[in-house]
C-alpha cells in the first residue's frame, strides 16, 4: 500500500474553531488524508440551522461545547458536549443551536453501503467499561471513551476522546495502524495556557513530525507511531477520528501494531476492542 508520507505541511491544519458556521478542514487532497474528512460546525444562539446533504458519505456528529438539535429525516437529537450520531450516507441533516449555541466536530468518509442512524449518549458511554476506561502507567494515565466504535454499526468512520492526567503521555506505548486505518487528533478542552507536543515518526531517532498543539489543532497520522504528552500540570484532550482502508474489514479499534521497542507493554486499547 503506498501511503502518504509524514510531513507538517500536509499532516497539521492550526485552529480549525477559529470560524462559525460550517467549515472544513481535513479532506483528501488537500491534507495526507486518504478517506476521512473533518470540520466543524460552530452557531451562536439565534443562528439559523445549518442544513448539510453528506451525499455519498457516512457522518459522525460529536457535540464539543454547548447544545445543539440534529434533525435527520422525522428524527430529532437534543445533543450535548461528548453526545454523537451516526448519520447514513444519503441522509440530510440540519444542525440547530441551543440557547448556549453549539460546536461540532463533524466527520466523514465516502461508504457504498447504507447503516442505521445511531444516537450514542456520552452519559451512557460512561457507565460502560467496554467504552469508558482509564489505562496507562505511571506516567501514561489517561481516560478513553470510545463514541463511535465498536457500539455502533458504520464502514469506515471511528472516533473517540481522550483525556490524559496533567503531564502524561498517551498513545503510549507507541503503536500504529495506518495499513488498517488512518487517523487524526483535534485537541480539545485544553484552555490557554495549556498544551501538548505531538509526534508522528517511522524513525524514532529522526522523528518526521514534532510539534507543540493546542485546542483546536488537528495532526493527523496516515502512517508511523503518534504518542503525546500534555504540559506538566495540563491534561492534554484529543477527539481521535479515523477512518478505515477497507469498509467494514478494517473497521477495528485497538487493533495496533505497538513500537518493537516496546513490544513487551500491552497496548493500553484492550478493553475497547471488540469481542470476537
Known sequence: M???AV???TCIVRNTAAKKGRTRSVAPG?????????GRIILA???????????THETGLVCLKGRGTVVVGSQRFEMTPYDSLYIPRGSVFDVSPGSEGCDFAELSAHVDNLYPLQFVSFADVQKDSGLH???GGP????EINLLLA???QAGRIVAGVTFSEPGHWTSWPPHEHSEMLEEAYLYVAMPAPAFGVQLVYTN????????IVHEGDVVLMPRGYHPNVAAPGCSIGFLWMMAAEREAVDRQFGVVNVQPEFAAMKSGLEAGQAKK
Not at 30 to 38: D, E, P
Not at 139 to 142: D, E, F, K, L
Not at 204 to 211: D, F, N, Q
Open 133 to 135: 476506561f482509564r489505562t
Open 139 to 142: 506516567s501514561a494515565g489517561r
Open 7 to 9: 510531513d507538517p505541511r
Open 2 to 4: 503506498n501511503l502518504p
Open 45 to 55: 444562539a439565534g443562528d439559523p440551522a445549518v442544513r448539510v446533504d453528506p451525499g
Open 204 to 211: 524514532a531517532s529522526e522523528p518526521e513530525l514534532a510539534t
Open 150 to 152: 465498536k457500539n455502533v
Open 30 to 38: 488537500t491534507t495526507a488524508a486518504r478517506h476521512l474528512h473533518y
